[in-house]
């Protein structure tokens, strides 16, 4: 079973034994449904240098962009995010390299959503706004401070604690977990130089 496939089924084999990594029927948690708070959407825009397209997870209360997808569609299932997005009104797809996405994802799948915004870069070359908890010690966190060729990825360094805002009927007085904000674009590619011959400068 490919890893593109454990995420979107939530089971892996391993030995011969089927295990679940994320029950199909799971009920969204709380800590699933905080919001990014609007400060840092605007800077998160200024750095991707244009406004949001697609919204990868959430809701129509709290989406940031013209298009979202939600928990009923499954951001992590095998269609490309551009599907979801300003072209698919159309039955089409968006054009390489022009899509501005954001992603707060649900912390419970933190690293199939990481993985997968990899994966959009790399497929489509959008430029992603990526949330996360800033927990060094998970492999989401190694996978975004080394990430495979052909992505480059900033950390958007901000001074201070800061959190999402907690989901109606949740209050808290102060940031109870470090988070982090990244910024995930195609890494740029200098063209080839043509090599000329010597003889061909003889000419």
């Known amino acids: 079973m490919?890893?593109?496939?454990e995420i979107r089924t939530g089971r892996r084999v391993r030995n011969g034994r089927v295990q679940v990594l994320v029950p199909?029927?799971?009920p969204?948690?709380?800590?699933?449904?905080?919001r990014t708070p609007a400060w840092l959407v605007v800077e998160l825009e200024l750095r991707a240098g244009r406004s949001f397209d697609l919204d990868a997870a959430a809701t129509a209360e709290n989406s940031v962009a013209p298009f979202h997808i939600d928990r009923a569609r499954d951001a992590l299932n095998e269609r490309?995010?551009?599907?979801?997005g300003p072209a698919s009104v159309m039955g089409g797809r968006l054009s390489l390299g022009r899509t501005a996405i954001f992603c707060n994802p649900p912390f419970s799948k933190l690293g199939a959503f990481v993985r997968r915004c990899i994966d959009e870069v790399l497929l489509d070359?959008?430029?992603i706004a990526l949330i996360?908890?800033?927990d060094i010690s998970t492999a989401y966190w190694r996978l975004l401070e080394r990430p495979p060729d052909g992505v480059d990825i900033e950390r958007v360094r901000i001074r201070g604690r800061w959190s999402c805002d907690p989901p109606p009927g949740v209050s808290v007085s102060q940031p109870t977990r470090p988070m982090a904000a990244w910024i995930l674009r195609p890494?740029?590619?200098p063209p080839k130089r043509a090599r000329v011959k010597l003889a061909e400068l003889d000419r």
């Open 80 to 84: 490309p995010w551009s599907c979801y």
């Open 125 to 127: 070359g959008h430029t």
């Open 132 to 134: 996360t908890l800033a």
């Open 187 to 189: 890494e740029v590619v």
């Open 28 to 34: 969204e948690k709380l800590t699933d449904t905080w």
């Open 2 to 5: 490919s890893t593109r496939e």
């Open 24 to 26: 199909a029927d799971e």
